[in-house]
């Protein structure tokens, strides 16, 4: 079972900036692509950036250039940091992680999330 504990959220003014953490715990043997996601209320939930193993990146057109995504592969550990931080960026945001496990088994592990409000 792989556990992910996001951590670095909470409440800043329009403009400023918040670095996320993601750290993946268990006995984890690779991981492919590790991402963010937000849900606000009453909204799905959306991709914000995602990244493998090998370095690509993805990002929702909303974010890109503001935010940056990276990861400490030999920590099992992502990063999002936020500047510029918009109202609209004000949601939940989640840690996403696939891979495999010991036992070459895949994995798909969701945290718990940590809340991101941004006041204007």
């Known amino acids: 079972q792989v556990q992910l504990v996001e951590s670095g959220g909470g409440l800043v003014q329009a403009g400023g900036s918040l670095r996320l953490s993601c750290v993946a715990s268990g006995d984890i043997r690779s991981t492919n692509s590790m991402g963010w996601y937000h849900q606000a209320p009453g909204k799905q939930r959306e991709l914000v950036a995602d990244?493998?193993?090998?370095?690509?990146?993805n990002y929702k057109d909303s974010v890109e250039g503001r935010f940056t995504i990276s990861r400490d592969n030999a920590k099992n550990t992502l990063y999002l940091e936020m500047n510029n931080l918009k109202p609209e960026d004000t949601a939940k945001y989640y840690c996403?992680?696939?891979?495999?496990?010991?036992?070459?088994?895949?994995?798909?592990?969701w945290g718990r999330g940590t809340q991101v409000t941004v006041s204007s």
């Open positions: 996403h992680a696939d891979g495999i496990i010991a036992g070459v088994s895949p994995f798909e592990s």
């Open positions: 990244i493998t193993t090998d370095g690509r990146i």
